[in-house]
């Protein structure tokens, strides 16, 4: 054999009838040879396209985990928007009852046609609060997502309001919250 300058990394050359042999005894795909170590370093390609070695082991672990924290977001955040339906019903409901309850005032102060607006009010608004009470959170989370869909101009500058709404509510909390330390 004639004298060949080997590649970086190895040492010596192998041919190619005994690549096979140790590649077909180990199951290898990859065999080389490393400078150093006179042993073959091999990596088994299987692990990493079929999933079944350790590799694959730990995938699985990472992709059971990922669905599991899924699952369970998702149903807390069901949780969340069921609390919130609830609450806001009830909210609703509330409005309701103090609109109808200024129908008579309005009815002596205004006239009777003012009061009718008010009962009309109340009642639409009754009707939106039970409408909400029945809907099931997917139900209500399509809706919002077909009305994003249908118009997402006024989903847009409702989000804005709604964050712009969010700050100023937290932003009072907080502030009330300093201004109570203070004065203790």
């Known amino acids: 054999m004639a004298e060949t300058t080997l590649p970086e990394g190895t040492d010596t050359i192998v041919s190619d009838a005994e690549m096979a ?5 180990l199951g290898s795909t990859d065999t080389r040879t490393r400078r ?4 073959l370093t091999t990596s088994d390609s299987s692990d990493s396209s079929t999933g079944t070695g350790t590799g694959g082991g730990v995938r699985e672990a990472i992709k059971d985990g990922t669905d599991k924290l899924k699952s369970t977001a998702s149903d807390r955040a069901m949780g969340f928007v069921s609390q919130g339906i609830e609450r806001s019903s009830g909210a609703l409901s509330n409005v309701s009852g103090l609109i109808g309850d200024t129908a008579a005032n309005l009815d002596e102060r205004l006239g009777a ?4 607006y008010a009962r009309q009010a109340a ?3 009754e009707r939106a609060a039970q409408s909400l009470a029945g809907k099931d959170p997917e139900e209500l989370i399509d809706d ?4 994003v869909r249908k118009s997402p101009g006024i989903a847009l500058a409702g989000a804005a309001i709604l964050g712009f709404a969010l700050v100023r509510l937290v932003k009072s909390g907080l502030d009330s919250g300093s201004s109570s330390r203070k004065s203790n």
């Open 21 to 25: 042999g140790v590649g077909s005894e």
């Open 36 to 39: 150093g170590d006179s042993s």
């Open 123 to 125: 009642r639409s608004i």
């Open 144 to 147: 919002a997502r077909a009305i």
């Open 113 to 116: 046609q003012y009061g009718d």
